[in-house]
């Protein structure tokens, strides 16, 4: 007896009961899933050296220190910001640096530090800034924020100057704080 | 005469089925369910590696005639270039599908770049792609999706973005 193959049974079966036609796909309904992201804002300086030191000279105005700092300042702003700024600043301006010494009493003013920035002219750090005390700051950079730059780093170097120059200082150790820090706005 | 018989079974359980007071029923069927339902990432600027909180889990269930040879599963998005659309008026910035990326099983990372039956152009991938014959017409699988949003070299403003995947099976021919 001639054996029929089981596919033309399978396509003889397909036919009699009503098997959709082969290029008849089967699609699933559609399901899906919400997917949200947020993406906070940040806004961070760091300091590729953690301290400077300076040799005095009495009355000079030169009076470097080392190393030159790097600030490195890295944000991600919302759309909503307009500018980026960087400050650096003391707590005080009258006593930017501290005398060591108990019976000294003169300390470095803020206006006599100053701030070569990215290589430019010295500035002193006699600025009202949005941090620090009064007339002891310096802008260090402002800029532009617009959609291409919401996120972004830059680094600025930040070469330090002690100005003696007609200002008397006692022998002593002077320490203090700069401290720098960002801001967005508005 | 076995396969004779093997087709004899087949043929009487369709009759059976059409037999029975279901008979209006659609002889195969095909579905898709996913959990969760919600995925969240905490995206960190400049970073390759944002993966969701939760891995989906796609289960596939099928019923199909004899007619069929193979069974896929597509994830997409509805757009390649805003897979996932800002929040915020003022910004213009989407996060596009080839910065989703899905991990299959755990599988490697792959986004979603390809053209699919279903979506967008570029905006999908296929999930799983396996034969039907005969002794797999009934079945079921689950497949887990985890997801990654890849922004390395990718600038996006800070904000909420939002979207939604989609997927579909689809049995051939």
Same mark, same amino acid.
């Given at each position: 007896?001639?054996?029929?193959?089981?596919?033309?049974?399978?396509?003889?079966?397909?036919?009699?009961?009503?098997?959709?036609?082969?290029?008849?796909?089967?699609?699933?309904?559609?399901? !899906?899933?919400? +997917? *949200? #992201?947020?993406?906070?804002?940040? %806004?961070? @300086? =760091?300091?590729? &050296?953690?301290?400077?030191?300076?040799?005095?000279?009495?009355?000079?105005?030169?009076?470097?220190? !080392?190393?030159? +700092? *790097? #600030?490195?300042?890295?944000?991600? %702003?919302? @759309? =909503?910001?307009? &500018?980026?700024?960087?400050?650096?600043?003391?707590?005080?301006?009258?006593?930017?640096?501290?005398? !060591?010494?108990?019976?000294?009493?003169?300390?470095?003013?803020?206006?006599? @530090?100053?701030?070569?920035?990215?290589?430019?002219?010295?500035?002193?750090?006699?600025?009202?800034?949005?941090?620090?005390?009064?007339?002891?700051?310096?802008?260090?950079?402002?800029?532009?924020?617009?959609?291409?730059?919401?996120?972004?780093?830059?680094?600025?170097?930040?070469?330090?100057?002690?100005?003696?120059?007609?200002?008397?200082?006692?022998?002593?150790?002077?320490?203090?704080?700069?401290?720098?820090?960002?801001?967005?706005?508005? | 005469?076995?396969?004779?018989?093997?087709?004899?079974?087949?043929?009487?359980?369709?009759?059976?089925?059409?037999?029975?007071?279901?008979?209006?029923?659609?002889?195969?069927?095909?579905?898709?369910?996913?959990?969760?339902?919600?995925?969240?990432?905490?995206?960190?600027?400049?970073?390759?590696?944002?993966?969701?909180?939760?891995?989906?889990?796609?289960?596939?269930?099928?019923?199909?005639?004899?007619?069929?040879?193979?069974?896929?599963?597509?994830?997409?998005?509805?757009?390649?270039?805003?897979?996932?659309?800002?929040?915020?008026?003022?910004?213009?910035?989407?996060?596009?599908?080839?910065?989703?990326?899905?991990?299959?099983?755990?599988?490697?990372?792959?986004?979603?770049?390809?053209?699919?039956?279903?979506?967008?152009?570029?905006?999908?991938?296929?999930?799983?792609?396996?034969?039907?014959?005969?002794?797999?017409?009934?079945?079921?699988?689950?497949?887990?999706?985890?997801?990654?949003?890849?922004?390395?070299?990718?600038?996006?403003?800070?904000?909420?973005?939002?979207?939604?995947?989609?997927?579909?099976?689809?049995?051939?021919?």
């Amino acid at each position: 007896m001639k054996q029929v193959s089981f596919r033309s049974f399978l396509v003889l079966a397909a036919l009699l009961f009503g098997v959709p036609p082969a290029d008849a796909q089967l699609n699933s309904t559609e399901v !899906t899933a919400s +997917l *949200t #992201a947020v993406l906070p804002e940040s %806004l961070t @300086v =760091t300091l590729s &050296a953690g301290a400077a030191s300076f040799s005095l000279t009495s009355g000079s105005a030169t009076n470097a220190g !080392t190393p030159t +700092l *790097t #600030a490195t300042t890295t944000w991600t %702003l919302a @759309v =909503t910001r307009t &500018a980026i700024s960087l400050h650096g600043y003391f707590t005080t301006a009258t006593a930017a640096l501290v005398h !060591t010494a108990a019976g000294n009493t003169v300390d470095i003013p803020s206006s006599r @530090v100053e701030v070569s920035v990215n290589g430019g002219a010295a500035a002193a750090f006699d600025q009202t800034v949005a941090f620090g005390g009064a007339a002891a700051g310096r802008q260090l950079f402002t800029q532009a924020i617009t959609i291409p730059t919401s996120s972004g780093t830059r680094n600025d170097t930040l070469a330090l100057n002690i100005n003696l120059a007609g200002y008397t200082l006692p022998a002593d150790t002077y320490t203090g704080t700069l401290r720098i820090r960002a801001q967005g706005t508005p | 005469m076995k396969r004779i018989r093997v087709g004899l079974f087949v043929a009487a359980a369709a009759l059976l089925s059409l037999s029975t007071p279901s008979r209006a029923q659609p002889l195969e069927s095909l579905t898709v369910i996913l959990s969760p339902g919600a995925v969240n990432f905490a995206l960190t600027s400049g970073s390759g590696t944002n993966a969701g909180n939760a891995a989906i889990a796609a289960t596939t269930s099928w019923t199909l005639l004899i007619t069929r040879n193979n069974l896929s599963l597509y994830a997409y998005f509805s757009s390649a270039p805003s897979a996932l659309v800002h929040v915020t008026p003022a910004n213009t910035v989407d996060i596009p599908s080839t910065r989703v990326e899905v991990s299959v099983n755990g599988g490697a990372r792959v986004p979603f770049d390809q053209t699919a039956p279903f979506g967008a152009p570029s905006a999908a991938r296929q999930v799983f792609s396996q034969p039907i014959n005969l002794f797999n017409l009934i079945g079921n699988r689950t497949d887990t999706l985890a997801l990654n949003i890849n922004l390395s070299g990718y600038a996006l403003p800070a904000d909420t973005y939002t979207g939604t995947l989609r997927l579909r099976a689809r049995a051939t021919p």
